[in-house]
């Protein structure tokens, strides 16, 4: 016989009850024991496979692949006598096979960044030594195929960069922003002309500890550009190459590398006029020049609305104190911050006492009510660890080497580990509610009707219609997910059949402002609980 709706009710009521009387929630599994690999930039593709990258200036260890090409870079004049590196430092993770497959990187990819074009395919610029001008390509593939990164020769960066950030923009170029002593941006692929474009903001930013690297840049959906570094930002016309307003100061000291705390934009909604960006934690002013190791971090967030017409800064305090956190946006629009460390700066051996409780952030909360402790970990992520959402809902931790090589003999030892941390919504209590999607186009355009049909185990779509959520699959590295955004559609319920299934009308985002061109993880969301994505191609 078919349930109740209040029958359906009180069952969610005493599912959501159990949930939040259990233990710190949230749970923690292996994925590879040895990948072979500290993952300093990890980005997932729409294939379901993860890619692993390192830095390629590292001598072999034993750890390593066996040979898979051998280079000499002639720019590396300290080394008196160069020596044939015969390893690879960058691999493919399908998620199900625990032996990732090796990939040929030659060029030096230390502290570069990266962006996936409209078509799939990742661009990865910059980096150190005979990297630092180097464009590359990985064309992601299924597990049954191979491929691996084309390093371009015809064409390199304008100027040379390291520890810049990219954000792929509306018409599906992607910008490149800043970057060790280069305050200017250019594009991929190159205006008419070519060359940079200064940028002076960056050198108006700038410390005695270079604390503008890494920019956070946030593509707002009016089209221009949040860009933060330090403790300043401002709205960035990158058509027109004008700042077009200069945001308070944030409070606390320096927020980017080397003293970084985290960035996100939260989730889109609604008619898609407003955006509010979060920095929360970094690191003491001073403490990277001192190498303070055991300088305390920041536990303090800006929030800001980006596009009001008088933004202030909102801040809120964090239960834990955190440098080198990575804040990862889950399908739901609540923001995981997970890794980093309590102390020191981010650098060589420059930080202690591990954060190994992540936080759960929950934007639509009242002030003081947000943050809400999960469960730890045991595995110390420090500098040069990396955190992905992947499409079943979970989140992906990656590398984590705070020394100048691989050494596993120290008391944070460089780790070869790959996790994976799952969210309460994962929890069984929620398994009855989460729902499956069975049938949905796999491209989509601008501003045009589609349709998700979808089913949950038991049937229980009585309390609300469900969201449908598109999220994209940004670059990783150094505590900020290059080109990370959650837009949630308009939905409607278009058609409910027997046993559990739905037909929701979703309208895909207007325009290129609001969801860059590309492909995007699909989620349908009921009561907090995501589906299994599927990825869906915006045109």
């Given amino acids: 016989m078919k349930p109740s709706n209040i029958t359906l009710i009180l069952l969610i009521w005493m599912l959501e009850t159990l949930a939040l009387h259990a233990d710190f929630p949230g749970t923690w599994e292996v994925l590879v024991h040895n990948a072979r690999i500290a993952s300093m930039h990890t980005v997932v593709t729409r294939f379901n496979t993860v890619v692993l990258l390192d830095r390629t200036d590292l001598s072999p260890t034993e750890h390593g692949y066996p040979r898979y090409h051998c280079h000499v870079d002639p720019q590396i004049s300290e080394d008196p006598e160069p020596r044939p590196d015969c390893y690879t430092y960058s691999a493919v993770y399908d998620l199900i096979n625990p032996s990732p497959r090796p990939l040929t990187i030659i060029t030096d990819t230390w502290c570069s960044s990266g962006q996936f074009l409209p078509d799939g395919t990742l661009l990865h610029t910059g980096g150190d030594h005979d990297g630092f001008k180097k464009i590359r390509m990985f064309k992601p593939c299924d597990t049954k195929s191979l491929c691996d ?292 186009p796999e491209k989509i355009r601008y501003g045009g009707e589609f349709y998700v049909v979808v089913t949950v185990e038991f049937p229980v779509m009585v309390l609300g219609v469900p969201e449908v959520n598109i999220a994209s699959a940004p670059f990783a590295t150094h505590s900020f997910s290059q080109g990370q955004r959650l837009v949630k559609l308009d939905v409607s319920v278009a058609w409910s059949g027997r046993l559990g299934s739905y037909r929701l009308a979703c309208k895909a985002p207007p325009d290129g402002k609001v969801a860059p061109p590309g492909y995007y993880m699909v989620f349908v969301v009921y009561r907090g609980v995501p589906s299994v994505a599927k990825w869906v191609q915006l045109v």
């Avoid at 980093?340 to 992540?358: D, I, R, T, V």
């Avoid at 809902?393 to 080497?401: H, I, K």
């Avoid at 799952?422 to 989460?434: A, E, G, H, T």
Wanted: aromatic content about 10%; some cysteine; hydrophobic content about 35%.
């Fill in 149 to 440: 990164w084309e390093e371009l020769d015809d064409i390199e960066l304008t100027q040379g960069r390291w520890y810049s950030t990219n954000q792929i923009l509306p018409n599906g170029s992607v910008i490149i922003v800043g970057g060790k002593d280069a305050v200017s941006i250019e594009l991929f692929p190159p205006k008419s002309g070519g060359g940079v474009v200064n940028f002076p903001f960056l050198a108006d930013a700038a410390d005695d500890q270079m604390d503008t690297l890494y920019p956070y840049v946030h593509l707002l959906p009016n089209g221009h550009l949040f860009v933060f570094a330090n403790n300043k930002s401002v709205l960035y016309d990158h058509t027109n190459n004008i700042v077009l307003k200069q945001y308070p100061q944030l409070e606390g000291g320096p927020r980017n590398y080397p003293s970084a705390g985290s960035s996100v934009m939260l989730a889109l909604t609604g008619d898609y006029s407003s955006a509010t960006i979060i920095v929360c934690g970094g690191a003491q002013y001073g403490a990277y020049n001192a190498m303070h190791t055991t300088a305390p971090a920041k536990s303090s967030c800006g929030r800001i609305e980006a596009t009001a017409k008088e933004p202030v800064w909102e801040m809120e305090d964090m239960p834990v104190r955190r440098i080198m956190g990575d804040m990862v946006m889950l399908p739901t629009g609540d923001i995981l911050i997970i890794n980093g460390a309590q102390s020191g700066s981010q650098g060589f051996e420059l930080a202690s006492n591990p954060c190994l409780h992540p936080v759960l952030y929950k934007p639509d909360e009242q002030p003081g009510s947000r943050f809400f402790i999960q469960n730890p970990g045991k595995v110390p992520r420090l500098y040069h660890s990396t955190a992905n959402l992947l499409p079943d809902g979970r989140v992906l931790l990656a590398g984590s080497n705070p020394h100048s090589y691989y050494n596993f003999s120290t008391e944070f030892p460089t780790e070869l580990k790959i996790e994976a941390f799952s969210p309460d919504y994962l929890s069984p209590v929620n398994k009855f509610i989460r729902p499956t999607i069975i049938e949905m």
